[in-house]
Nanobody, 117 residues
């Protein structure tokens, strides 16, 4: 059974940093493209970034480009999101999502990031 468990969320000040982690289990992590998505209070889902299975390519939403960095450690079956220069508008529930053969097929429960002074 696929499990994705996010951690690392919390309260940060504007301009601050947080590092999210996603521990994966129940599947061969290294063979999947992995992504982060987020949902701000009262708003729709936004795809934040993704990383290919071999780590050769990453992609980012314009809203986070230059501030967020996605990475993976296949030996630990863990996905990361380094978030720098956080803004109020980054406040959201952040989800780790597996990009399967037929779409985004597995989701974690999310970790809450709150950016506030």
């Amino acid at each position: 059974q696929v499990h994705l468990v996010e951690s690392g969320g919390g309260l940060a000040q504007p301009g601050g940093s947080l590092r999210l982690s996603c521990a994966a289990s129940g599947f061969t992590f290294s063979t999947y493209t992995m992504t982060w998505a987020r949902q701000a209070p009262g708003k729709g889902l936004e795809w934040v970034c993704g990383i290919y299975s071999d780590g050769s390519k990453t992609y980012y939403a314009d809203s986070v480009k230059g501030r967020f960095t996605i990475s993976r450690d296949d030996a630990k079956s863990t996905l990361y999101l380094q978030m720098n220069n956080l803004k109020h508008e980054d406040t959201a529930l952040y989800y780790c999502v597996r990009d399967g053969a037929y779409g985004y097929d597995s989701w974690g429960k999310g970790t809450l990031v709150t950016v506030s002074s």
